[in-house]
């Protein structure tokens, strides 16, 4: 049996994963083109997606605008990484 604070824990990552989803299904070409060519993929990237933005949610205190940012600027090959 799940204890009150685990059920919060669900809660929340449920709600979270929704807010994701919302922001993923208005991809926004003009601002994250390699994120939106991602998500039109016909395979798990919306998963992976997803995950990786509750990582740094939860990890590193992003917001989900801030942490699909990340996500497009990982994607971009033209960024340089140091």
Known sequence: MATNSEERAEKLVFKARNLINEYLDRCDEKNTPYLCKLMSQKDASRKGVEEFVLTLMFN??????????????????NYIND
């Open 60 to 77: 590193n205190n992003m917001t989900i605008g801030e942490a699909l940012s990340e996500q497009e600027r990982i994607l971009d090959p």
